[in-house]
């Protein structure tokens, strides 16, 4: 009697994630993940590009050359597993288990990347004459400083003037089931080193001293306090965080002869960086310290208003889930800001981010493929 095979048969999108999870792409690490998109890309007739900067793959795959230009756009690296003893299942074996598939990069973003790969081979086999052009930006920097991802492609694609339309990128978007939230938009990120000198001295002959977190405290908590704007119909108010304070010898009995704090705003299209430059500068120069300020913008805010992009996603998830979903610009950065600020629309979407960047992170299957439904359907309704 012959041998019978008792493999459980997966559907093409979570086998495809599973290879992708399968390959140990800790950023900027992209451990062949983009060879094996690309080369399911090239059979459907996309042009190839890799671009590989300083520590980072990149590739740019474009299909067609007229107008509207859609382009999906994700990453194939991953924040490192932390002790992989922690985890239920071995982080980079991809084990699906009772219809979920565990591994880093599930959620966030190798399942996504899967189910853009598989939407784009069902809806070119579909419709080989397609009217406009279907693209890919992938890179293996965007867990990373992501500076020579997305970022430099996007300069690339720039210098050459050649423009993206609308993009959607695979970002897990959804909280509580699969496309309950579409990223409309996300916040800018603006960072500051600050350093304030005093002057070191002895705790007990303080008039000898200036203690610069004493001198610093006051300004502090005005900078907490104050209300930076009201946000509007699309974005919360701008928030003030600190984020490390560090200062002090060590020693119980010594001045610091400096303090050093680092902040960061996430802030509206209400203000704009040079205000809130501006205005911290003059709350730091009301209490009269001496200190050194250098910024960061780690990226500014971007707006999807509704129009034909954001219209059709929330139609292809409604027809795929039966359920609506709703616009937000909550949560962090994304590679999106890069992208959109060329005027292209962009918009988030992916799986449910609940266990994203945890120990045994992991996505449903069900979810994955219904996912790869929304993304053809999306592509259905702008290109078909």
Excluded at 3 to 8: D, V
Excluded at 13 to 18: G, I, N, P
Aim: proline fraction near 5%; charged fraction near 20%.
């Amino acid at each position: 009697m012959g041998s019978q095979n008792n493999t459980p048969q997966h559907s093409e999108v979570v086998s495809l994630a599973q290879a992708l999870i399968q390959k140990k792409s800790v950023t900027p690490e992209d451990a062949n993940c983009q060879a094996l998109m690309n080369e399911r890309l090239a059979k459907l007739g996309f042009n190839i590009e890799e671009h590989f900067f300083v520590d980072t793959l990149n590739t740019w795959a474009r299909k067609g050359t007229d107008s509207p230009h859609f382009c999906f756009a994700g990453h194939t690296d991953v924040v490192p597993t932390g002790d992989e003893n922690e985890w239920q299942h071995p982080p980079f074996d991809g084990v699906i288990e009772n219809g979920i598939l565990h591994g880093r990069g599930a959620a966030d973003m190798k399942g996504s990347l899967a189910a853009m790969v598989v939407a784009t081979e069902r809806f070119v086999e579909k419709h080989p004459e397609h009217k406009g052009s279907i693209s890919f930006l992938i890179t293996s920097d965007e867990e990373g400083p992501f500076i020579n991802g997305t970022t430099k492609v996007v300069d690339l694609l720039e210098a050459r003037n050649e423009k993206i339309d609308m993009c959607l990128v695979g970002e897990p978007s959804s909280r509580d089931r699969l496309g309950d939230v579409v990223k409309n938009g996300r916040r800018g990120s603006l960072t500051g080193h600050l350093t304030v000198k005093g002057k070191q001295g002895h705790v007990a002959y303080p008039h000898l001293a200036h203690n610069p977190i004493h001198a610093v405290s006051p300004a502090l908590a005005e900078l907490s306090q104050t209300e930076w704007d009201k946000g509007n119909a699309f974005f919360p108010a701008t928030s003030f965080q600190i984020s490390n304070i560090q200062g002090g010898t060590g020693a119980s009995n010594v001045i610091p002869g400096s303090v050093y704090v680092q902040f960061n705003f996430r802030f509206s299209t209400e203000s704009t960086v040079e205000q809130l430059q501006q205005r911290t500068i003059a709350i730091l120069d009301k209490f009269s310290l001496e200190y050194d300020l250098n910024w960061i913008v780690n990226g500014l805010p971007f707006l999807t208003e509704p129009g034909e992009l954001l219209d059709v996603t929330l139609a292809a998830i409604e027809e795929v889930t039966g359920l609506p979903s709703t616009p937000e610009t909550t949560g962090g950065t994304s590679d999106g800001r890069f992208i959109a600020q060329t005027g292209c629309k962009v918009i988030e979407l992916g799986p449910i981010n609940a266990t994203i960047h945890q120990v045994d992170e992991h996505v449903s299957c069900d979810d994955l493929d219904k996912l790869a439904l929304v993304y053809e359907k999306i592509l259905e309704k702008l290109l078909s």
